[in-house]
């Protein structure tokens, strides 16, 4: 098992939050882990204890070359002394990034394969070409998520949330963690999804499906924001920096570009708008991706 480490809540005090009625917090668990941190232990738990369950000794998964799947797991995959192969979209760049150094350090073999070619991960083929190259591996998709992801994520909701709040908000890139907190809250509470892609829609019906299959449930206790790609996945504006810099300064939270800034940024708006109701207390999800 993965060291876990509990995290705490803390309260965002800002004028805003009290003309408009609300109160804002944050349940920390990009403090989970020293370096799986954040919503991929999650993701990873069962996946790892599914993988040691069948005796495997190497992991497999896929990731572009700034993915927080890929640090994670070559985390993961060296504190559990498992070894673990990154497929990596397109070429190789060097120097490596920080992403990839790291990944390396923990001891991550790193394989770079064509965008075309990545494109049909999930084919049958691809995998069986792997598995020529690499012998046998426990397969763990991009991004980590399938219905073991969904499981973890579930059982954080259930176990780690605390129940004083009324909406909880969390950013959304595959939609694997927002699956397993509507299923693990069983319909309890407002779940806020705020998706870090443009063209998010699409992920509605991801979410439903990942929601499906794992519990034979349908829930309506859940909303997917798409206005706050802020241009796309990786993308930033000069916008989301100001905004990012001025919440670590005032308020010393550090965020990320990729999706906890996307994330804040859009509970800020959505509180402008009136979107929650007065008198709630809203919780953002801090889902790590700080290094
Ligand atoms: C991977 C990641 C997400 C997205 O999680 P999904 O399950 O793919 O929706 C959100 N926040 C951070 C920090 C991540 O690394």
Not at 32 to 42: D, F, L, Q, S, Y
Not at 82 to 90: D, F, M, T
Not at 144 to 167: I, W
Not at 257 to 269: E, N, P, R
């Given at each position: 098992m993965l060291k876990y480490i509990d995290t705490p809540v803390t309260e965002i005090h800002d004028e805003l939050f009290l003309t408009a009625g609300v109160r804002v917090f944050i349940k920390?668990?990009?403090?989970?882990?020293?370096?799986?941190?954040?919503n991929k232990w999650w993701k990873l738990k069962y996946n790892l204890e599914r993988a040691t369950t069948l005796n495997h000794d190497t992991l497999l998964t896929f990731g572009g070359a700034f993915s927080n799947h890929i640090y994670s797991t070559a985390a993961a995959a060296n504190e559990l002394g498992l070894k673990s192969i990154g497929v990596i979209r397109g070429e190789e760049t060097l120097p490596l990034n920080e992403t990839l150094t790291f990944a390396k350090a923990c001891g991550m073999h790193l394989t770079y394969v064509s965008r075309e070619a990545y494109r049909t991960k999930t084919q049958k083929e691809f995998v069986d070409q792997l598995t020529a190259q690499f012998g046998n591996f426990y397969l763990i998709p991009e991004g980590g998520t399938n219905t073991l992801a969904v499981n973890g994520c579930a059982e954080f909701a259930r176990?780690?949330?605390?129940?004083?709040?009324?909406y909880v908000c969390l950013p959304v890139g595959t939609g694997g963690t927002i699956s397993g907190i509507i299923v693990g809250l069983d319909g309890a509470k407002e779940i806020v999804g705020i998706s870090v892609?443009?063209?998010?829609?699409f992920l509605k019906d991801e979410i439903k499906k990942l929601v499906w299959d794992f519990s034979q449930k349908e829930y309506s206790n859940w909303t997917l924001q798409t206005a706050y790609h802020f241009g796309g996945y990786g993308k930033k504006t000069d916008d989301l920096t100001r905004f990012i810099e001025r919440m670590q300064e005032k308020h010393s939270i550090r965020l990320d570009f990729v999706y906890t800034g996307k994330l804040l940024a859009g509970i800020y708006d959505l509180i402008e708008k009136g979107f929650y109701k007065k008198g709630s207390r809203i919780l953002m999800l801090h889902t790590g991706g700080l290094r």
């Amino acid at each position: 098992m993965l060291k876990y480490i509990d995290t705490p809540v803390t309260e965002i005090h800002d004028e805003l939050f009290l003309t408009a009625g609300v109160r804002v917090f944050i349940k920390h668990e990009e403090l989970n882990h020293p370096t799986v941190a954040g919503n991929k232990w999650w993701k990873l738990k069962y996946n790892l204890e599914r993988a040691t369950t069948l005796n495997h000794d190497t992991l497999l998964t896929f990731g572009g070359a700034f993915s927080n799947h890929i640090y994670s797991t070559a985390a993961a995959a060296n504190e559990l002394g498992l070894k673990s192969i990154g497929v990596i979209r397109g070429e190789e760049t060097l120097p490596l990034n920080e992403t990839l150094t790291f990944a390396k350090a923990c001891g991550m073999h790193l394989t770079y394969v064509s965008r075309e070619a990545y494109r049909t991960k999930t084919q049958k083929e691809f995998v069986d070409q792997l598995t020529a190259q690499f012998g046998n591996f426990y397969l763990i998709p991009e991004g980590g998520t399938n219905t073991l992801a969904v499981n973890g994520c579930a059982e954080f909701a259930r176990e780690k949330l605390p129940s004083d709040f009324d909406y909880v908000c969390l950013p959304v890139g595959t939609g694997g963690t927002i699956s397993g907190i509507i299923v693990g809250l069983d319909g309890a509470k407002e779940i806020v999804g705020i998706s870090v892609l443009k063209g998010g829609e699409f992920l509605k019906d991801e979410i439903k499906k990942l929601v499906w299959d794992f519990s034979q449930k349908e829930y309506s206790n859940w909303t997917l924001q798409t206005a706050y790609h802020f241009g796309g996945y990786g993308k930033k504006t000069d916008d989301l920096t100001r905004f990012i810099e001025r919440m670590q300064e005032k308020h010393s939270i550090r965020l990320d570009f990729v999706y906890t800034g996307k994330l804040l940024a859009g509970i800020y708006d959505l509180i402008e708008k009136g979107f929650y109701k007065k008198g709630s207390r809203i919780l953002m999800l801090h889902t790590g991706g700080l290094r």
